[in-house]
């Protein structure tokens, strides 16, 4: 098909974007204005016109109903989604954020949840079947699952509740049998039980205030609203969130993409990691610090989704007791890494945090290094008592690289320094998972367990940390042990 959009004049293009802007809140600025013609290209093409240009005139002609631009909204919105994505906030909302939920509403007995831009319905589904596998749906509960988005065609999509392969990419196997059956060689159906769990319905998130579920006056306990923020300008993006803030009850959840997180700044909701994400709740009520009772005992993993594949092997090096990538030249005139880690290492921290921040800044560092760069400022933070800022850093860290074994060390620490537990625990785990050999991962987890009062597991963790020393030299030097040989620690573990 010939491409009919190169007759849109500029003046033109600017003005669709302007109306797009300000009827559905979708920002296309000049920059992206390729996407919105091929958008306009297909949505013409729906529309049944003859060529782009008298279709963007006729959408620019008067005032026409959301049903009768809905070509438009649909080319222009088009949802990239998957079941379980981000399987680290479907193990805090299973871990903590739910049997928070459940505690808070025990007199009334009712907990909403909506999932605000929920595309084809893979997240909204992703709960309901959190929620069953879980058996968090109580009988005398009423748990309400609502969700939305402006595309007509993704919602339609969602209510049939039928996937192909790439919705499952990050969803365990087992589970997937568990839930749907298949329609065709390629094709699976969410059973109706499951699809009959959620309300799907139309709201523009550009035009507040929003009125959602069967009574709009009930506040929200979850609002997720993943990977749509970007959509918006800075200023529109401010209002909806403000909208979504006043729709959460006092103690209610905001959960935003990882990349989105740092766009949330909203007087009255404070971020708060969890395993590694952050989250953004109503109010002050603090995280229970311990394993908080779920309404069933449930287990320690996380089965629904796929296991994190083994990392290739990275070549490292010791850096006086510090592990770091070996790492190709950086840009002349820049403290390298390796300089820094040493200075780092040397507790010179507030020296150190000077360069680092300028290389952190955007656009200095590939990803990996930058990670990289990210630790060792946390470690710095760590260590001059802001644990704070120091999980900050590692979340940015492992958003960027999350097969990095001693960011998740370091999360561990921080996390059991502030009485975390379990979620310290989950990050030692984590660490080990993707380097078994990690002597202080092993020794710190034996800590942790000691402080929780688990002896049997101690003293196995405790067992395989002098396995791991006995395959060492004397004179190694621990990572991450802060300048201790093979030979010191072995002699402590035997007092
Ligand atoms: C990338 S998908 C995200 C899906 C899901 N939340 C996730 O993270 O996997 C973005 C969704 O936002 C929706 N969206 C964009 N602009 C919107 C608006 N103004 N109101 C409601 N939804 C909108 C799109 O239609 C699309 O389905």
Not at 33 to 51: I, K, T
Not at 428 to 450: I, P, S
């Amino acid at each position: 098909m010939k491409d009919s959009t190169q007759a849109i004049s500029l003046e033109r293009r600017h003005e669709l974007s302007a109306f797009i802007h300000e009827r559905f809140g979708l920002f296309f600025p000049a920059d992206r204005h390729q996407d919105l013609l091929r958008a306009v290209e297909h949505a013409c093409d729906e529309a049944g016109f003859d060529d782009a240009e008298t279709y963007v005139n006729w959408v620019l002609s008067g005032s026409h109903s959301d049903d009768a631009l809905e070509a438009l909204v649909t080319s222009l919105t088009i949802g990239e989604t998957y079941f379980f994505r981000d399987p680290a906030l479907f193990s805090a909302l299973r871990e903590v954020v739910m049997p928070q939920c459940f505690r808070h509403n025990h007199d009334r007995k009712r907990i909403r949840l909506w999932s605000a831009g929920c595309s084809t319905g893979e997240e909204p589904y992703s709960i309901a079947m959190l929620l069953d596998y879980y058996g968090l749906l109580k009988r005398d509960w009423h748990i309400e699952v609502v969700a939305t988005d402006v595309n007509v065609k993704s919602l339609s999509r969602a209510r049939k509740g039928i996937y192909s392969r790439w919705s499952f990419r990050g969803m365990d196997a087992d589970l997937q049998r568990r839930y749907f059956t298949a329609v065709d060689d390629h094709h699976w159906q969410l059973n109706e039980a499951v699809r009959r769990r959620i309300q799907f319905s139309y709201l523009n998130l550009a035009a507040p205030p929003f009125r959602i579920g069967e009574d709009s006056a009930v506040g929200c306990d979850v609002i997720l609203c993943r990977n749509v923020l970007m959509y918006f300008s800075r200023e529109l993006r401010e209002q909806i969130l403000n909208e979504l803030s006043r729709m959460l009850v006092d103690g209610g959840w905001l959960v935003v993409s990882p990349s989105e997180a740092g766009l949330v700044r909203v007087e009255g909701l404070r971020a708060v990691n969890i395993g590694g994400m952050v989250l953004h709740q109503k109010g002050h009520i603090p995280v229970a610090s311990k394993p908080v009772a779920a309404p069933r005992q449930i287990p320690r993993s996380m089965p629904l989704t796929k296991k994190i594949p083994m990392p290739k092997k990275v070549p490292v090096k010791q850096v006086r007791g510090k592990t770091v990538a070996a790492s190709p030249p950086e840009p002349p005139g820049q403290p390298r890494l390796e300089t820094l880690a040493e200075q780092v290492e040397a507790g010179e921290y507030k020296m150190a945090m000077r360069d680092l921040q300028v290389l952190t800044s955007e656009g200095m560092l590939e990803r990996r290094h930058r990670a990289q760069a990210l630790l060792l400022t946390a470690k710095c933070h760590a260590n001059i008592g802001d644990p704070e800022q120091a999980l900050i850093c590692l979340d940015e860290a492992l958003s960027l690289d999350q097969m990095n074994p001693a960011s998740h060390y370091l999360h561990g620490v921080v996390l059991m320094e502030r009485q975390e537990n379990d979620l310290a625990r989950q990050s030692l785990e984590k660490a080990l998972y993707l380097d078994e050999n990690y002597v202080m991962a092993q020794l710190t987890l034996a800590m942790l367990l000691g402080q929780c009062g688990d002896t049997e597991q101690q003293n196995k963790a405790l067992a395989r940390t002098r396995i791991l020393l006995g395959r060492l030299a004397d004179d190694v030097l621990i990572p991450d042990s802060g300048g201790m040989t093979t030979a010191h620690l072995r002699a402590a573990l035997k007092n």
